[in-house]
């Protein structure tokens, strides 16, 4: 009997200890068949599988699910008429695979990808490591979990996909059913996350999915209900009855269904405002989870208030955005006892990291910094060299994204101290206030790079997990800046590995963007693109960080739009938030209103020193260009000329406008033809 090995000699004896050697090998390998068929190893570097034939082979592995196929299946399979040495073909494809899949595999070894089973084969590969059967375990997972958990899950499932199943393959017997089972898998997690999104109350941003879906699937009586839901959610009552009404026209026409008990019944509940259509908020019983506590002295209850609030930021979401709420409050109150010592260590008791440059809440943020000075100042020489260094570190870290040179100075003296204690507890927080205040001038992504080798260095060898975490999260922007996603993809693993062992929900939030952007680079397809923002977009709606969400997906969408060649986008649902004046004249001129646009073109306001400087000044140099204007086209390459080499931006991990070099000859050409 024929036993399949890769080598002539495989019935020879094998030495035994080599092959318990091998038997315990870790074969890392990733099977990607959401779109076309990818192999990857565990860092990411692409595994070459060979022709088309190969990719068919290994796609019907995967297609059986861990089951063996027999040879004359996969015969017929891979041929509609098989040539007569088809059977010795499928041998050979599956030994070029194995080379492929395990290349550090002895001869005359078992394989441990693809099994002998009888006269048939079977993968081996773990279901978690093939994105098509991590896929189906968490759709089969979600069904009963909590939903704040089956949204983030389905979210991050839903990522996975890249286009139709196995989009390299022409259609085949196997193929077809194949594809239309995973398709169909796919319309239930849509569905199965809007559903967990709207019984949290959360379903304003799922409208332009919901419509687009919808639209796609006019069939699906259940897509109705959750676009007029999540629409009745956005506080478009009328959209919402109207949506249904439209269902109603469509399953009519198209299906000959008169009516749907569910259109009905939502539509009654809709009409008498029902209590359950908007789940009541929980904010309240998470609250008083929040500041509850058996201590009654002023010092340790207010100081007990900043420790939980910490505990309960990283979290995210809810939590989160109370968390900042207590915090603040417990400042303030610390303040009017008129001691500033407890003052000052109801302040520095909520040390969180901070990865991004515009705050959450500006108001508080600037209420918080004018208490932390006034403590300063009432403190005087007096104060611990550690207490004033986490004060002044507070001070960098909360006034942020300006151009304040007194807060820089807080941030560069607070590392000074801290370098002077040796306390590394102070000089990472030290360093957080230092790369945010880094932007105060464009051009520094070295100076963050040294910032984030340092701290990953400091918290590994001092088990600092958050400010561990927040080291890799720079580097991943620093890498996205400068174009280097092999790298950059190291960090994302490092960062998420952590986050999972530590409970850091929010890191997931930002690594999933960090690969919408990816995909945006690579894509040529838009709406792929647009489909993976929106879902980046949803999950940053439940996050707690409006500091980033505001404006960020219209903005997202619009570098899509200028990449490709195409207008703005003009849908009034689209909330472009702190970033509508940058968007503003290229609105106007969608509409054909050149003067308006014009208008708005020359009260631009200087983007600020943040994160999204150069992408708002990529829009400016776009802007410029359309409206032949030669001033704002000076200042946008003025602005930008520090940034040569980077990808325009790049620093959010979240964005891409492409590289700034390409920016600037085009500004070139158009500043020399003038």
Not at 152 to 172: C, H, I, Q, V
Not at 313 to 326: F, I, W
Request: charged share 25%; hydrophobic share 40%; net charge negative.
């Amino acid at each position: 009997m024929h036993d399949d090995r890769d080598d002539p000699g495989a019935g020879l004896a094998v030495d035994q200890q080599q092959l318990e050697t091998d038997d315990n090998e870790d074969m890392e390998i990733l099977v990607k068949v959401l779109g076309p068929i990818e192999v990857t190893d565990a860092e990411g570097h692409p595994v070459l599988v060979g022709s088309q034939r190969r990719r068919e082979l290994l796609g019907r592995l995967v297609a059986a699910g861990g089951r063996a196929v027999p040879l004359p299946v996969l015969v017929d399979d891979l041929w509609e008429d098989p040539p007569p040495a088809a059977a010795g073909t499928v041998r050979t494809f599956v030994a070029e695979l194995r080379r492929a899949l395990e290349p550090d595999r002895l001869p005359r070894t078992r394989s441990h990808t693809i099994e002998t089973v009888g006269t048939g084969y079977a993968l081996r590969i773990p279901r978690e490591h093939v994105d098509a059967h991590r896929f189906e375990d968490t759709l089969r997972a979600v069904h009963d979990g909590p939903g704040g958990q089956a949204a983030r899950a389905l979210s991050e499932a839903l990522s996975w996909w890249r286009g139709e199943p196995y989009a390299d393959l022409d259609a085949s017997p196997w193929l077809t059913p194949e594809r239309a089972r995973l398709t169909e898998l796919h319309r239930q997690a849509v569905e199965l996350r809007a559903r967990a999104m709207l019984d949290r109350g959360r379903g304003a941003p799922l409208v332009p999915e919901l419509e687009a879906f919808a639209t796609a699937h006019p069939w699906r009586e259940h897509a109705w209900v959750l676009l007029a839901h999540a629409l009745y959610q956005a506080g478009r009552q009328v959209d919402a009855l109207a949506s249904l009404r439209d269902a109603r026209a469509r399953l009519l026409d198209r299906f000959g269904l008169e009516s749907a008990d569910s259109l009905d019944h939502l539509e009654r509940d809709i009409l008498r405002h029902a209590p359950h259509l908007t789940p009541a908020p929980r904010d309240e019983d998470r609250r008083r989870l929040l500041t509850r506590t058996e201590a009654t002295g002023t010092y340790t209850r207010l100081r007990s208030m900043s420790t939980v609030a910490r505990a309960a930021a990283v979290t995210g979401g809810t939590n989160l955005v109370l968390a900042q709420e207590q915090r603040a409050a417990a400042a303030a109150e610390a303040e009017r006892t008129d001691d500033p010592g407890l003052t000052a260590r109801v302040i520095v008791a909520y040390d969180v990291p901070t990865i991004w440059t515009r705050a959450d809440d500006p108001g508080r943020s600037e209420a918080l910094v004018a208490t932390t000075r006034r403590t300063l100042d009432r403190l005087g020489p007096e104060a611990s060299p550690a207490l004033r260094a986490r004060l002044l570190a507070t001070i960098g870290l909360e006034h942020r994204g300006t151009r304040d040179r007194w807060a820089a100075e807080a941030a560069t003296e607070a590392e000074q101290l801290a370098r002077d204690l040796h306390d590394p507890s102070v000089l990472v927080l030290a360093l957080n206030a230092r790369f945010v205040q880094s932007f105060q001038r464009p051009g520094r992504t070295g100076e963050r790079d040294v910032i984030a080798g340092e701290l990953i260095d400091l918290s590994t060898r001092h088990d600092l997990a958050l400010f561990e975490i927040l080291g890799h999260l720079i580097k991943i922007q620093v890498c996205a800046a400068r174009g280097d996603t092999e790298t950059a993809q190291r960090h994302v693993m490092a960062a998420e590995r952590l986050a999972t062992v530590h409970e850091t929900p929010l890191v997931h939030v930002l690594t999933a963007a960090f690969r919408a952007m990816q995909l945006a680079e690579r894509s040529d397809d838009p709406v792929e693109v647009a489909h993976a923002y929106r879902t980046v977009a949803t999950d940053l709606a439940g996050a707690g960080m409006p500091g980033v969400e505001a404006g960020i997906f219209p903005l997202a969408l619009l570098s899509l739009r200028m990449r490709h060649q195409r207008p703005v986008p003009t849908d009034p649902a689209l909330d472009w938030g702190p970033h509508r004046p940058w968007a503003q004249p290229l609105l106007h001129l969608a509409d054909g209103n050149l003067a308006e646009a014009c208008e708005a073109a020359a009260i631009l306001p200087g983007p600020p020193a943040d994160h999204l400087y150069d992408a708002l000044w990529t829009v400016n140099a776009h802007t410029a260009i359309l409206l032949q204007d030669e001033s704002l086209a000076a200042q946008a390459h003025d602005a930008l000329f520090p940034l040569r080499g980077e990808i325009a931006g790049g620093a959010t991990a979240v964005i891409s406008f492409g590289p700034v070099n390409d920016i600037l000859t085009t500004l070139d050409q158009y500043l020399n033809r003038r």
